[in-house]
């Protein structure tokens, strides 16, 4: 597995290139992780089953989608982005999760596609979306170079799916952190268990 570039403009380059090459072999990202063919899913079930989870960094990320009347007209799903709850030792929690058992992990973002296999947007999701725990953003924000996702999944073969999640983290760092200072203060004036509010924040994907 090549080296994973540490500054945005590199990534920018590598993400470009590795899409190219998926692009070349004619498969989206999606249908790398979906089922053949890809119409053919189940909704909410997580994709690959068990989660993505990298060995090294215990980042992990997952793939989903909403029924059709839950999610945008030409929205097909979305890339759930975790760092492991065990990077935020020393760091004061915001909310934790109300049930025994949850997962030991802290929600970063979701990437968007369409139904053309192309990413769309980053979304920051309230807290009882995916059930974890929650943090300042500049704590996240501090530990966004951890999500080194390169080797989750590397048994079901999405080693590459898992490169180029990786890879767009970095090219979008500004964006990211920018997100989830808006994602604070949108919680700063919202009820945080209020189910009618399910993504605090957004940004457009860009690279």
Known sequence: ?????????????????????????????IERVLPAPPEVFTQWQHYPPGDATDPDSQACWYYHAHPP???????????HLFLPLAAFAGEEVLASPA????????HVAALCFDVEGLPTGWIATSRWVTEDWFFAAPAMIARLDRLDLSRAGEAQGLAEVS????LAAIACHQDLAAMLHRRDALLAQVDPDDRSTEVLASAPFAV
């Open 99 to 106: 049930g025994q058992g949850a997962a030991q992990t802290v």
């Open 1 to 29: 597995m090549p080296r994973l570039p540490s500054d945005p403009a590199s990534s920018r380059a590598d993400l470009l290139a590795l899409s190219a090459a998926m692009a070349r072999e004619g498969r989206t990202l």
């Open 69 to 79: 009347e839950q999610r945008g007209e030409r929205e097909h799903g979305h890339f």
């Open 163 to 166: 490169r180029w999640l990786t």
